[in-house]
């Protein structure tokens, strides 16, 4: 994103639309630049949405999907790369703040389990923002993690110092023009999630 003024007055105009013809009883307040950075430094956000109302549950149902869904949308509305969605982030009623809370608790609940049992540990399917938050709480354990599976069924794996992690085989059809499959992805500092 080269201009986030700019960037920002589209997603205004995106929650405008949604607000107006699409009837979310929403109020939203969009913050670019470095007012918008992650107190946590779990997001590289640089447009932060924080949406209120009657019809905030909404976004937090399903475990936020709705919220997810915005961000995509935005994302690609922004034509950010994949590996830029981070870069503007939704939230209501401080979600996402309680969700990373309920990661760190997974996370070294997992610690544990892998230390006392040596075996690894499959967390459940979570989106890259999940995978990528749960990688960096996993960081500094000394255990390894991998990222596992495709698309929204993606996970990610707790392994115990020293396992040597399985190569991931693509699936029937999986190649899609994109080059050889890399198997799972390593927290090596500069992963992909």
Do not use: W
């Not at 956000?45 to 999907?65: A, N, Q």
């Not at 995978?131 to 990610?156: I, K, Y």
């Amino acid at each position: 994103m080269e201009d986030l003024q700019q960037a920002a007055e589209k997603v205004a105009s995106l929650m405008r639309l949604l607000t107006t013809t699409g009837g979310l009883r929403l109020k939203f307040r969009i913050t670019a630049g470095a007012g918008a950075a992650d107190p946590d430094g779990l997001e590289r956000r640089d447009i932060y949405v924080e949406c209120k109302g009657p019809d905030s549950d909404l976004l937090t149902e399903r475990d936020g999907e709705l919220l997810r869904s915005l961000e995509h949308i935005a994302a690609k509305i922004l034509q950010l790369e994949p590996e830029d969605h981070d870069r503007i982030s939704f939230d209501t009623d401080g979600f996402k703040a309680e969700r990373a809370q309920n990661l760190r608790e997974i996370a070294e609940r997992a610690i544990d389990q892998v230390e006392d049992t040596d075996e690894p540990y499959k967390f459940g399917p979570m989106s890259s923002r999940e995978r990528r938050m749960l990688h960096l709480f996993l960081r500094d354990s000394g255990l390894q993690t991998a990222s596992s599976g495709e698309g929204p069924r993606r996970f990610v794996v707790l392994y115990p110092e020293g396992y040597r992690i399985p190569q991931e085989r693509p699936s029937p059809g999986h190649d899609r023009g994109r080059g050889p499959s890399r198997g799972p992805r390593r927290d090596s500092g500069r992963s992909r999630y």
